[in-house]
Protein backbone atom coordinates (compact mmCIF):
# COMPACT_ATOMS: atom_id res chain seq x y z
CA UNK A 1 0.00 0.00 0.00
CA UNK A 2 1.43 3.52 -0.17
CA UNK A 3 3.28 4.20 2.37
CA UNK A 4 1.27 7.61 3.21
CA UNK A 5 -2.61 6.35 3.19
CA UNK A 6 -4.64 5.07 5.68
CA UNK A 7 -5.40 1.33 5.81
CA UNK A 8 -7.92 0.17 3.10
CA UNK A 9 -11.05 -1.63 4.24
CA UNK A 10 -9.76 -4.58 2.79
CA UNK A 11 -7.15 -5.38 4.38
CA UNK A 12 -5.80 -8.59 2.17
CA UNK A 13 -6.01 -5.95 -0.68
CA UNK A 14 -3.02 -4.13 1.55
CA UNK A 15 -0.98 -7.15 1.65
CA UNK A 16 -1.44 -7.66 -1.87
CA UNK A 17 -0.13 -4.40 -2.36
CA UNK A 18 2.98 -4.94 -0.14
CA UNK A 19 3.59 -8.09 -1.29
CA UNK A 20 3.64 -6.99 -4.84
CA UNK A 21 5.94 -3.76 -3.28
CA UNK A 22 8.25 -6.80 -1.89
CA UNK A 23 8.95 -8.60 -5.30
CA UNK A 24 9.71 -5.17 -6.74
CA UNK A 25 13.07 -3.69 -3.95
CA UNK A 26 13.83 -8.00 -4.46
CA UNK A 27 14.44 -6.75 -8.08
CA UNK A 28 15.93 -4.01 -7.73
CA UNK A 29 18.62 -5.35 -5.30
CA UNK A 30 19.04 -8.38 -7.72
CA UNK A 31 19.92 -6.01 -10.20
CA UNK A 32 22.17 -3.97 -8.27
CA UNK A 33 24.30 -6.92 -7.22
CA UNK A 34 23.93 -8.15 -11.46
CA UNK A 35 25.50 -4.57 -12.35
CA UNK A 36 28.25 -4.47 -9.10
CA UNK A 37 29.35 -8.13 -9.74
CA UNK A 38 29.39 -7.99 -13.71
CA UNK A 39 31.65 -4.25 -12.96
CA UNK A 40 33.92 -6.47 -10.98
CA UNK A 41 34.14 -9.04 -13.32
CA UNK A 42 35.27 -6.54 -15.89
CA UNK A 43 37.72 -4.90 -13.34
CA UNK A 44 39.38 -8.02 -12.55
CA UNK A 45 38.72 -10.15 -15.77
CA UNK A 46 37.08 -12.54 -13.79
CA UNK A 47 34.74 -14.92 -15.86
CA UNK A 48 33.85 -17.07 -12.99
CA UNK A 49 32.39 -14.39 -11.46
CA UNK A 50 30.90 -13.08 -14.71
CA UNK A 51 29.10 -16.56 -15.64
CA UNK A 52 27.72 -16.61 -11.81
CA UNK A 53 26.07 -13.12 -12.82
CA UNK A 54 24.49 -14.74 -16.18
CA UNK A 55 23.21 -17.50 -14.29
CA UNK A 56 21.64 -15.16 -12.02
CA UNK A 57 19.29 -12.86 -14.38
CA UNK A 58 16.60 -15.97 -14.67
CA UNK A 59 15.54 -14.62 -11.13
CA UNK A 60 15.05 -11.64 -12.20
CA UNK A 61 12.96 -12.40 -14.82
CA UNK A 62 10.76 -14.98 -12.80
CA UNK A 63 10.22 -11.46 -10.57
CA UNK A 64 9.41 -9.76 -13.08
CA UNK A 65 6.60 -12.40 -14.24
CA UNK A 66 5.71 -12.67 -11.06
CA UNK A 67 5.30 -9.15 -10.57
CA UNK A 68 2.88 -9.06 -13.80
CA UNK A 69 1.01 -11.67 -13.25
CA UNK A 70 0.34 -9.97 -9.48
CA UNK A 71 -0.69 -6.66 -11.12
CA UNK A 72 -3.19 -8.14 -13.60
CA UNK A 73 -4.60 -10.12 -10.80
CA UNK A 74 -4.89 -6.89 -8.47
CA UNK A 75 -6.49 -4.75 -11.55
CA UNK A 76 -9.14 -7.67 -12.59
CA UNK A 77 -10.06 -8.46 -9.07
CA UNK A 78 -9.33 -5.39 -6.99
CA UNK A 79 -10.10 -2.58 -9.35
CA UNK A 80 -7.96 -0.31 -7.55
CA UNK A 81 -8.28 3.43 -7.86
CA UNK A 82 -6.45 7.01 -7.04
CA UNK A 83 -3.12 6.47 -5.89
CA UNK A 84 -3.80 2.67 -5.61
CA UNK A 85 -3.65 2.37 -9.41
CA UNK A 86 -0.75 4.44 -10.01
CA UNK A 87 1.01 2.42 -7.51
CA UNK A 88 0.50 -1.23 -9.03
CA UNK A 89 0.97 0.72 -12.60
CA UNK A 90 4.08 2.11 -11.13
CA UNK A 91 5.56 -1.01 -9.90
CA UNK A 92 4.77 -3.31 -13.01
CA UNK A 93 6.25 -0.73 -15.45
CA UNK A 94 9.72 -0.60 -13.22
CA UNK A 95 9.58 -4.07 -12.84
CA UNK A 96 9.80 -4.25 -16.71
CA UNK A 97 12.52 -1.60 -16.58
CA UNK A 98 14.43 -3.90 -14.24
CA UNK A 99 14.36 -7.02 -16.09
CA UNK A 100 15.62 -5.14 -19.01
CA UNK A 101 18.94 -3.94 -16.86
CA UNK A 102 19.74 -6.97 -15.48
CA UNK A 103 19.56 -8.48 -19.15
CA UNK A 104 22.46 -5.90 -20.31
CA UNK A 105 23.96 -6.69 -16.83
CA UNK A 106 24.19 -10.36 -18.45
CA UNK A 107 25.34 -8.64 -21.68
CA UNK A 108 28.39 -7.28 -20.01
CA UNK A 109 29.06 -10.57 -18.43
CA UNK A 110 29.01 -12.39 -21.32
CA UNK A 111 31.70 -10.46 -23.08
CA UNK A 112 34.12 -10.57 -19.97
CA UNK A 113 35.54 -14.06 -21.27
CA UNK A 114 36.54 -12.61 -24.56
CA UNK A 115 37.72 -9.25 -22.93
CA UNK A 116 39.92 -11.36 -20.78
CA UNK A 117 41.86 -12.76 -23.37
CA UNK A 118 43.36 -9.56 -24.71
CA UNK A 119 42.71 -7.36 -21.58
CA UNK A 120 43.26 -4.10 -22.37
CA UNK A 121 43.85 -2.13 -18.47
CA UNK A 122 44.14 1.36 -19.51
CA UNK A 123 41.09 1.67 -21.57
CA UNK A 124 38.61 -0.60 -19.01
CA UNK A 125 39.50 2.57 -16.16
CA UNK A 126 36.28 4.68 -17.65
CA UNK A 127 33.85 1.34 -17.82
CA UNK A 128 34.56 1.06 -14.21
CA UNK A 129 33.86 4.92 -13.37
CA UNK A 130 30.44 4.65 -15.48
CA UNK A 131 29.61 1.44 -13.31
CA UNK A 132 30.17 3.37 -9.91
CA UNK A 133 27.77 5.89 -11.58
CA UNK A 134 25.12 3.67 -12.50
CA UNK A 135 25.21 1.93 -9.26
CA UNK A 136 24.94 5.18 -6.46
CA UNK A 137 22.09 6.17 -9.35
CA UNK A 138 20.53 3.10 -9.04
CA UNK A 139 20.97 2.87 -5.07
CA UNK A 140 19.18 6.85 -5.37
CA UNK A 141 16.85 5.51 -7.32
CA UNK A 142 16.31 2.46 -4.82
CA UNK A 143 16.24 4.92 -1.79
CA UNK A 144 13.90 7.28 -3.43
CA UNK A 145 11.50 4.10 -4.29
CA UNK A 146 11.46 2.95 -0.95
CA UNK A 147 10.99 6.11 0.82
CA UNK A 148 8.23 7.86 -1.79
CA UNK A 149 10.08 10.97 -2.41
CA UNK A 150 9.64 12.84 -5.59
CA UNK A 151 12.81 14.88 -5.05
CA UNK A 152 15.31 11.24 -5.29
CA UNK A 153 13.47 10.70 -8.46
CA UNK A 154 13.91 13.81 -10.01
CA UNK A 155 18.00 13.79 -8.71
CA UNK A 156 18.14 10.51 -10.45
CA UNK A 157 16.31 11.50 -13.22
CA UNK A 158 18.82 14.74 -13.63
CA UNK A 159 21.24 12.79 -13.12
CA UNK A 160 22.10 10.59 -16.23
CA UNK A 161 23.37 13.40 -17.80
CA UNK A 162 26.46 12.75 -15.88
CA UNK A 163 26.37 9.10 -17.05
CA UNK A 164 25.70 10.13 -20.89
CA UNK A 165 28.71 12.24 -20.58
CA UNK A 166 31.24 9.77 -19.54
CA UNK A 167 29.95 7.72 -22.45
CA UNK A 168 30.62 10.02 -24.69
CA UNK A 169 34.42 10.56 -23.31
CA UNK A 170 34.55 6.80 -23.57
CA UNK A 171 33.18 6.30 -26.83
CA UNK A 172 36.18 9.47 -27.74
CA UNK A 173 38.79 7.35 -25.73
CA UNK A 174 38.10 4.02 -27.21
CA UNK A 175 37.69 5.14 -30.58
CA UNK A 176 41.69 6.62 -29.83
CA UNK A 177 42.87 3.33 -28.76
CA UNK A 178 41.61 1.57 -31.69
CA UNK A 179 43.57 4.10 -34.39
CA UNK A 180 46.79 3.54 -32.14
CA UNK A 181 46.77 -0.07 -33.01
CA UNK A 182 44.62 -2.46 -34.41
CA UNK A 183 45.37 -5.01 -31.99
CA UNK A 184 42.95 -3.18 -30.03
CA UNK A 185 40.27 -3.24 -32.14
CA UNK A 186 38.86 -6.46 -30.33
CA UNK A 187 38.62 -5.37 -26.90
CA UNK A 188 37.74 -1.84 -27.85
CA UNK A 189 34.77 -2.65 -29.57
CA UNK A 190 33.69 -5.08 -26.09
CA UNK A 191 34.34 -2.70 -24.02
CA UNK A 192 32.29 -0.04 -25.97
CA UNK A 193 29.56 -2.40 -26.20
CA UNK A 194 29.64 -3.01 -22.51
CA UNK A 195 29.87 0.96 -21.86
CA UNK A 196 26.78 1.21 -24.00
CA UNK A 197 24.81 -1.38 -21.82
CA UNK A 198 25.51 0.98 -18.96
CA UNK A 199 24.50 3.86 -20.56
CA UNK A 200 21.23 2.12 -21.33
CA UNK A 201 20.94 0.92 -17.86
CA UNK A 202 21.23 4.39 -16.74
CA UNK A 203 18.21 5.35 -19.33
CA UNK A 204 15.92 2.63 -18.20
CA UNK A 205 16.71 4.03 -14.34
CA UNK A 206 15.52 7.16 -15.55
CA UNK A 207 12.53 5.59 -16.62
CA UNK A 208 11.82 4.17 -13.26
CA UNK A 209 12.62 7.99 -11.24
CA UNK A 210 9.56 8.75 -13.86
CA UNK A 211 7.25 6.15 -12.95
CA UNK A 212 7.96 6.93 -9.26
CA UNK A 213 6.83 10.63 -10.24
CA UNK A 214 3.60 9.45 -11.53
CA UNK A 215 2.97 7.02 -8.88
CA UNK A 216 3.43 9.81 -5.94
CA UNK A 217 1.78 12.87 -8.00
CA UNK A 218 -0.13 11.47 -10.52
CA UNK A 219 1.63 13.83 -13.07
CA UNK A 220 3.97 12.82 -16.22
CA UNK A 221 7.76 14.43 -15.83
CA UNK A 222 7.32 15.44 -19.96
CA UNK A 223 9.51 18.06 -20.21
CA UNK A 224 13.04 16.97 -21.96
CA UNK A 225 15.41 15.02 -19.96
CA UNK A 226 19.05 16.41 -20.24
CA UNK A 227 21.63 14.29 -22.46
CA UNK A 228 24.79 14.32 -23.45
CA UNK A 229 25.52 11.65 -25.46
CA UNK A 230 26.69 12.97 -28.80
CA UNK A 231 28.76 9.64 -29.80
CA UNK A 232 26.64 10.04 -32.67
CA UNK A 233 28.63 12.67 -33.90
CA UNK A 234 32.02 11.39 -33.35
CA UNK A 235 34.17 10.60 -36.00
CA UNK A 236 37.84 8.69 -36.48
CA UNK A 237 38.77 11.60 -39.11
CA UNK A 238 37.74 14.40 -36.38
CA UNK B 1 -27.63 23.24 -15.84
CA UNK B 2 -25.72 25.09 -12.95
CA UNK B 3 -26.15 25.39 -9.34
CA UNK B 4 -24.67 27.91 -7.12
CA UNK B 5 -24.57 27.63 -3.30
CA UNK B 6 -27.04 25.23 -2.94
CA UNK B 7 -28.22 24.56 0.82
CA UNK B 8 -30.75 22.39 1.50
CA UNK B 9 -32.49 21.91 5.31
CA UNK B 10 -34.66 18.93 6.46
CA UNK B 11 -36.71 21.04 9.35
CA UNK B 12 -33.55 22.11 11.38
CA UNK B 13 -31.26 19.71 9.60
CA UNK B 14 -28.62 20.94 7.09
CA UNK B 15 -28.64 18.33 4.13
CA UNK B 16 -26.02 20.23 1.81
CA UNK B 17 -23.99 22.96 2.22
CA UNK B 18 -23.26 25.56 -0.40
CA UNK B 19 -23.31 23.22 -3.02
CA UNK B 20 -22.01 24.60 -6.48
CA UNK B 21 -21.62 22.21 -9.73
CA UNK B 22 -22.16 23.25 -12.99
CA UNK B 23 -23.68 20.39 -15.12
CA UNK B 24 -22.73 20.11 -18.90
CA UNK B 25 -24.75 19.91 -21.57
CA UNK B 26 -24.98 16.85 -23.31
CA UNK B 27 -22.55 14.85 -21.13
CA UNK B 28 -23.13 12.68 -18.08
CA UNK B 29 -22.05 13.78 -14.37
CA UNK B 30 -22.19 11.31 -12.39
CA UNK B 31 -22.92 11.78 -8.18
CA UNK B 32 -20.98 9.63 -6.12
CA UNK B 33 -20.03 9.82 -1.80
CA UNK B 34 -21.34 7.27 0.70
CA UNK B 35 -24.81 6.91 1.88
CA UNK B 36 -26.44 9.97 3.30
CA UNK B 37 -23.91 12.54 2.06
CA UNK B 38 -26.08 14.73 0.21
CA UNK B 39 -25.95 13.32 -3.45
CA UNK B 40 -30.28 12.33 -3.99
CA UNK B 41 -30.94 15.17 -2.04
CA UNK B 42 -29.06 17.43 -4.52
CA UNK B 43 -30.40 15.60 -7.38
CA UNK B 44 -33.31 15.74 -6.17
CA UNK B 45 -32.83 19.72 -6.34
CA UNK B 46 -32.79 19.66 -10.17
CA UNK B 47 -36.13 19.07 -10.98
CA UNK B 48 -37.76 20.06 -7.50
CA UNK B 49 -38.58 16.48 -6.02
CA UNK B 50 -37.63 18.32 -2.45
CA UNK B 51 -40.49 19.95 -2.94
CA UNK B 52 -42.61 17.28 -1.96
CA UNK B 53 -40.92 16.40 1.17
CA UNK B 54 -42.30 17.99 3.98
CA UNK B 55 -39.83 20.78 5.97
CA UNK B 56 -37.75 20.83 3.02
CA UNK B 57 -36.00 24.42 2.67
CA UNK B 58 -33.21 24.73 -0.59
CA UNK B 59 -31.87 27.96 -1.29
CA UNK B 60 -29.20 29.50 -3.66
CA UNK B 61 -29.72 29.34 -7.01
CA UNK B 62 -30.24 26.47 -9.54
CA UNK B 63 -30.74 27.25 -13.70
CA UNK B 64 -31.88 26.01 -16.50
CA UNK B 65 -30.77 27.71 -19.14
CA UNK B 66 -30.17 30.76 -17.42
CA UNK B 67 -33.68 30.59 -15.54
CA UNK B 68 -33.99 30.05 -11.82
CA UNK B 69 -35.59 26.94 -11.47
CA UNK B 70 -36.98 27.71 -8.29
CA UNK B 71 -38.52 31.04 -9.76
CA UNK B 72 -42.17 32.21 -8.95
CA UNK B 73 -42.88 31.67 -12.88
CA UNK B 74 -41.85 28.59 -13.05
CA UNK B 75 -44.20 25.69 -13.38
CA UNK B 76 -43.09 22.46 -11.94
CA UNK B 77 -44.86 20.02 -13.93
CA UNK B 78 -43.38 21.60 -16.96
CA UNK B 79 -40.18 21.95 -15.50
CA UNK B 80 -40.28 18.16 -14.49
CA UNK B 81 -41.13 17.66 -18.16
CA UNK B 82 -37.96 19.34 -19.08
CA UNK B 83 -35.82 17.76 -16.25
CA UNK B 84 -36.84 13.96 -16.32
CA UNK B 85 -36.04 11.21 -13.83
CA UNK B 86 -35.40 7.39 -13.69
CA UNK B 87 -35.81 6.09 -10.28
CA UNK B 88 -33.71 2.98 -8.50
CA UNK B 89 -36.46 0.78 -8.58
CA UNK B 90 -37.77 0.68 -12.14
CA UNK B 91 -41.33 1.93 -11.35
CA UNK B 92 -43.35 1.29 -14.89
CA UNK B 93 -47.23 2.00 -14.11
CA UNK B 94 -49.53 -0.48 -14.36
CA UNK B 95 -50.21 0.23 -17.65
CA UNK B 96 -49.74 -1.00 -21.11
CA UNK B 97 -46.17 -0.97 -22.30
CA UNK B 98 -47.46 1.60 -24.99
CA UNK B 99 -49.40 3.55 -22.56
CA UNK B 100 -46.47 3.83 -19.98
CA UNK B 101 -44.16 5.50 -22.94
CA UNK B 102 -47.44 7.68 -24.33
CA UNK B 103 -48.50 9.16 -21.01
CA UNK B 104 -46.02 12.04 -21.01
CA UNK B 105 -46.95 12.78 -24.25
CA UNK B 106 -50.53 12.83 -23.53
CA UNK B 107 -51.02 14.66 -20.21
CA UNK B 108 -48.24 17.48 -21.79
CA UNK B 109 -50.56 17.55 -25.04
CA UNK B 110 -47.73 16.85 -27.07
CA UNK B 111 -49.06 14.82 -30.06
CA UNK B 112 -52.11 15.89 -32.22
CA UNK B 113 -53.01 12.68 -33.19
CA UNK B 114 -52.75 8.98 -32.78
CA UNK B 115 -50.46 8.27 -35.50
CA UNK B 116 -48.02 11.34 -34.34
CA UNK B 117 -48.28 9.68 -30.58
CA UNK B 118 -47.38 6.08 -31.84
CA UNK B 119 -44.03 8.06 -33.53
CA UNK B 120 -43.35 9.39 -30.49
CA UNK B 121 -43.89 6.23 -28.03
CA UNK B 122 -41.84 4.32 -31.15
CA UNK B 123 -38.68 6.54 -31.04
CA UNK B 124 -38.87 6.96 -27.50
CA UNK B 125 -38.82 2.88 -27.03
CA UNK B 126 -35.81 2.75 -29.70
CA UNK B 127 -33.77 5.59 -28.23
CA UNK B 128 -34.01 3.24 -24.98
CA UNK B 129 -32.98 0.27 -26.79
CA UNK B 130 -36.07 -1.52 -26.53
CA UNK B 131 -38.52 -1.37 -29.30
CA UNK B 132 -36.78 -4.42 -30.40
CA UNK B 133 -37.55 -6.46 -27.82
CA UNK B 134 -41.38 -5.08 -27.49
CA UNK B 135 -42.52 -3.83 -30.54
CA UNK B 136 -44.77 -6.77 -31.02
CA UNK B 137 -45.93 -6.99 -27.42
CA UNK B 138 -46.93 -2.91 -26.64
CA UNK B 139 -50.27 -3.81 -25.38
CA UNK B 140 -48.93 -6.20 -22.62
CA UNK B 141 -48.76 -5.06 -19.24
CA UNK B 142 -45.26 -2.67 -18.45
CA UNK B 143 -44.84 -4.93 -15.22
CA UNK B 144 -44.69 -7.83 -17.84
CA UNK B 145 -41.07 -6.93 -19.05
CA UNK B 146 -38.29 -8.00 -17.15
CA UNK B 147 -36.19 -5.86 -14.19
CA UNK B 148 -33.58 -4.85 -17.25
CA UNK B 149 -36.62 -4.17 -19.58
CA UNK B 150 -38.46 -2.34 -16.92
CA UNK B 151 -35.57 0.26 -16.79
CA UNK B 152 -35.23 0.68 -20.13
CA UNK B 153 -39.54 0.93 -20.36
CA UNK B 154 -39.05 4.46 -17.48
CA UNK B 155 -35.91 6.16 -19.64
CA UNK B 156 -38.27 5.39 -22.81
CA UNK B 157 -41.05 7.32 -20.50
CA UNK B 158 -39.05 9.98 -19.08
CA UNK B 159 -37.47 10.56 -22.41
CA UNK B 160 -41.18 10.78 -24.55
CA UNK B 161 -41.43 14.31 -23.24
CA UNK B 162 -38.41 15.25 -24.42
CA UNK B 163 -36.65 16.10 -21.73
CA UNK B 164 -33.28 18.64 -21.99
CA UNK B 165 -31.70 16.67 -18.80
CA UNK B 166 -32.35 13.66 -17.43
CA UNK B 167 -31.54 12.94 -13.77
CA UNK B 168 -30.92 9.18 -13.09
CA UNK B 169 -30.94 7.76 -8.90
CA UNK B 170 -29.03 4.48 -9.05
CA UNK B 171 -30.86 3.28 -11.93
CA UNK B 172 -28.80 -0.08 -12.39
CA UNK B 173 -29.24 -0.59 -8.49
CA UNK B 174 -31.50 -3.19 -8.81
CA UNK B 175 -30.15 -4.84 -12.17
CA UNK B 176 -28.04 -7.84 -12.64
CA UNK B 177 -24.41 -7.30 -14.64
CA UNK B 178 -25.93 -7.62 -18.00
CA UNK B 179 -29.06 -5.24 -17.45
CA UNK B 180 -26.52 -2.75 -15.77
CA UNK B 181 -24.26 -3.18 -19.02
CA UNK B 182 -27.21 -2.52 -21.33
CA UNK B 183 -28.56 0.43 -19.34
CA UNK B 184 -24.84 2.18 -19.19
CA UNK B 185 -24.64 1.34 -23.00
CA UNK B 186 -27.99 3.35 -23.15
CA UNK B 187 -26.74 6.30 -21.05
CA UNK B 188 -23.70 6.72 -23.41
CA UNK B 189 -25.85 7.19 -26.51
CA UNK B 190 -28.36 9.75 -24.80
CA UNK B 191 -25.44 11.51 -23.73
CA UNK B 192 -25.65 12.36 -27.77
CA UNK B 193 -29.27 14.58 -27.04
CA UNK B 194 -29.17 14.68 -23.60
CA UNK B 195 -27.78 16.17 -20.71
CA UNK B 196 -27.31 13.31 -18.09
CA UNK B 197 -27.12 13.44 -14.28
CA UNK B 198 -26.67 10.15 -12.61
CA UNK B 199 -26.32 8.69 -8.56
CA UNK B 200 -24.35 5.93 -8.05
CA UNK B 201 -22.79 3.63 -5.54
CA UNK B 202 -20.66 1.62 -8.31
CA UNK B 203 -17.55 3.76 -8.78
CA UNK B 204 -17.19 1.33 -11.26
CA UNK B 205 -20.03 2.90 -13.06
CA UNK B 206 -19.23 6.29 -12.62
CA UNK B 207 -15.96 6.08 -13.71
CA UNK B 208 -17.42 4.04 -17.20
CA UNK B 209 -20.31 6.22 -17.88
CA UNK B 210 -19.30 9.43 -16.62
CA UNK B 211 -17.77 12.58 -18.26
CA UNK B 212 -17.59 14.60 -14.74
CA UNK B 213 -17.82 12.85 -11.38
CA UNK B 214 -18.63 15.06 -8.42
CA UNK B 215 -17.77 13.99 -4.79
CA UNK B 216 -20.37 14.67 -2.29
CA UNK B 217 -19.34 13.73 1.73
CA UNK B 218 -21.07 14.69 4.34
CA UNK B 219 -23.33 17.43 2.85
CA UNK B 220 -20.67 18.68 1.17
CA UNK B 221 -19.53 19.06 -2.49
CA UNK B 222 -15.84 17.99 -1.83
CA UNK B 223 -14.46 17.84 -5.21
CA UNK B 224 -15.68 18.14 -8.97
CA UNK B 225 -13.81 17.36 -11.82
CA UNK B 226 -13.19 14.88 -14.97
CA UNK B 227 -14.06 11.41 -14.55
CA UNK B 228 -10.56 10.79 -15.52
CA UNK B 229 -8.81 12.82 -12.85
CA UNK B 230 -11.39 11.64 -9.95
CA UNK B 231 -10.12 8.28 -10.21
CA UNK B 232 -6.32 8.67 -11.44
CA UNK B 233 -5.35 11.67 -9.79
CA UNK B 234 -7.70 13.10 -7.10
CA UNK B 235 -6.45 16.43 -5.64
CA UNK B 236 -8.60 16.11 -2.13
CA UNK B 237 -7.80 13.35 0.27
CA UNK B 238 -11.43 13.27 1.23
CA UNK B 239 -12.03 12.10 -2.12
CA UNK B 240 -8.72 9.70 -2.38
CA UNK B 241 -9.92 8.46 0.68
CA UNK B 242 -13.38 7.26 -0.43
CA UNK B 243 -12.29 5.76 -4.30
CA UNK B 244 -9.40 4.08 -3.02
CA UNK B 245 -11.34 2.30 -0.44
CA UNK B 246 -9.24 4.00 2.72
CA UNK B 247 -11.55 6.16 4.04
CA UNK B 248 -10.95 6.44 6.99
Redesign the interface.
Known amino acids: MPRHSSPHTVASFDQELKFLDEMLVRQFDLVYDMIHDSMTAVSHFDPQLAQEVIQRDSKVDDLDRAIEDSSIKILALRSPMADDLRWVIAIQKASSELERMGDFSKNISKRVGTLALHPLPEAAGGLRVMGIMVLEQLERMRQGWIEEKTELAMAVWAGDEAVDTLYDGMFRELLTHMMESPKNISSCIHLLFMAKNLERIGDHITNIAEDLYYRITGDKLTSDRPKADKTCLVSSQG | MDSRNVDVYYGNKQALSAVSLPIRQHRVTALIGPSGCGKSTYLKCLNRMNDTVVGCRVSGSITLDSEDIYGPSVDVVQLRARVGMVFQKPNPFPKSIFDNVAYGPRIHGMTNSHAQLNEVVESSLIKAGLWGEVKDRLQEPGTSLSGGQQQRLCIARAIAVNPEVVLMDEPCSALDPIATARVEELIDDLSQNYTIVIVTHS??QA?RVAHHTGFFHLGELVEFGPTEVI????KEER???Y??????
Open positions: MQAFTNPTKGVTGRFG
